[in-house]
């Protein structure tokens, strides 16, 4: 069997807009193979190209058309093929813990890859090489916070900023933040 017959009949069993890189198919054959094969998915119309090396199988609504998957859904696709961990970039944390109300004009997020741009379409989506430290529990409500208290900072400190952004902890969640890696300026905050 050929290698784009290969993929067409894996294609078939995917989810309809549902983004996938096409590394998915690397144990099927050479990557120029892979590669050759999906272009001729694309041009055949089984296959839609998302961004750079990001497929899907196109899916229609009746009432809109063709449907897009959001940029995060194709970033985080990327991202996770990568092996990197990713996390909302300070200004969209501190957003929504209530302390703003100002919205990112370009979507940035924090990442342990290299720092780069991702064209997905006509939207644009920046990814920030951070440290580790600044990536510690990704993804969920324990990492916002302390990627809030990363970006408000030293300076920008208060005891009503403090106790907001330590409101959305549970005690256990509390306590997780002060067995975190953070600068002794933060750690003081939190324990005075």
Request: glycine letters at 8%.
């Amino acid at each position: 069997m050929s290698v784009a017959y290969v993929i067409s009949q894996r294609v078939k069993r995917l989810k309809k807009g549902q983004p996938f890189v096409g590394t998915k198919f690397a144990s099927v054959g050479s990557r120029s193979a892979v590669n050759k094969a999906l272009s001729k998915l694309v041009l055949a119309g089984l296959l839609k190209r998302v961004a750079r090396g990001v497929y899907m199988r196109p899916k229609l609504n009746s009432y809109i058309g063709p449907v897009r998957p959001s940029p995060l859904t194709v970033m985080k696709v990327i991202t996770t093929a990568n092996g990197e961990t990713i996390q909302v970039h300070g200004a969209e944390a501190v957003r929504r813990l209530g302390l703003s109300t100002q919205m990112q004009v370009l979507p940035t997020y924090y990442t342990s890859g290299s720092s780069r741009e991702i064209k997905i379409g006509i939207a644009l989506v920046r990814l920030k090489h951070v440290s580790k430290d600044r990536l510690q529990h990704a993804g969920t409500n324990l990492g916002l916070v302390l990627t809030a208290l990363y970006y408000v900072g030293k300076r920008g400190m208060s005891k009503e900023i403090l106790s907001k952004i330590t409101d959305t902890l549970s005690n256990e969640e509390f306590r997780k933040l002060l067995d975190c890696k953070m600068p002794k300026w933060m750690r003081s905050c939190l324990t005075s």
